[in-house]
């Protein structure tokens, strides 16, 4: 599993130092390799009356759990209020309370597995593949929201593919789309850039990035983070 972890970190950065010698812009720093912090770069000021929509896709709402499972059994396994989550489940939830925003989990059909290096493998072969998996769980009405958090992790220096079908289902043109990852290091790697391509007429911005081993404890940094945004 080591050495899988630190594979999957690898990918992540390579698929940046690909994207910076092709740049020939500036790079954020939060594009660059991170380094276990927390970043952000957002430059957005939400206006009061905005309709927020905090959508995310998290492992532990995705996966065929044995029953009773609990935050000590993975890495990726967190709890809230009595329900199931992960890092960027529990990220969510606090953007979701700081913004006053709706919450949406993105929900595949097909579960993932139970066992994690068993989801880190589909996950790679899904992104061979550049598979859409098919979602279960639908936003009423995008149309009314002005502003949409997206959250995922890193998945093999990308997004999860079920973050792309999401993408691929709503015009997010007009909105202002601010991305939040958690991750083992990688951060966003070049996930900004694949959502501006995917919604070429959104304003996406530079979200913010957790590191997975210090989610957990970032619960008043990510609150503020949306306050310097300007909503609370
Ligand atoms: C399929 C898969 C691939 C991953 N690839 C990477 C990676 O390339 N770089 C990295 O830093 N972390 C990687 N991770 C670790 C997750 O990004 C990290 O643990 C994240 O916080 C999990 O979020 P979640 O609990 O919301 O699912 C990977 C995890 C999985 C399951």
Redesign the pocket.
Known sequence: MRKK?I??????ILAVSVTACQSDGEQSSSQSQ?SGQTESSANVEIPEDANILVA?????E?AKLPDGVDASSS????AWDGDT???????AHWISDAAGGDLFSIQTEEK?PGD?DD??????EEQSENARPKLSSHVDHMDQYDVVFL????????M?MAVYSFLDEYDLSGKTVIPF???????F?DTVSAIKEEEPDADVQEGLE???SE?ADSEDEVKSWVESLGVN
């Open positions: 972890i594979a999957m970190i690898i990918t992540g991170n995310y896709f998290t492992y532990g995705n890495a990726s396994i967190q989550t992960g890092n960027t489940g529990l990220a993932y994690y989801t880190v493998d589909q996950g790679q959250g995922y992790p890193n998945w093999w220096g990308d999860p990852v958690t991750s083992g290091g990688s951060g790697s957790l590191s997975d989610t």
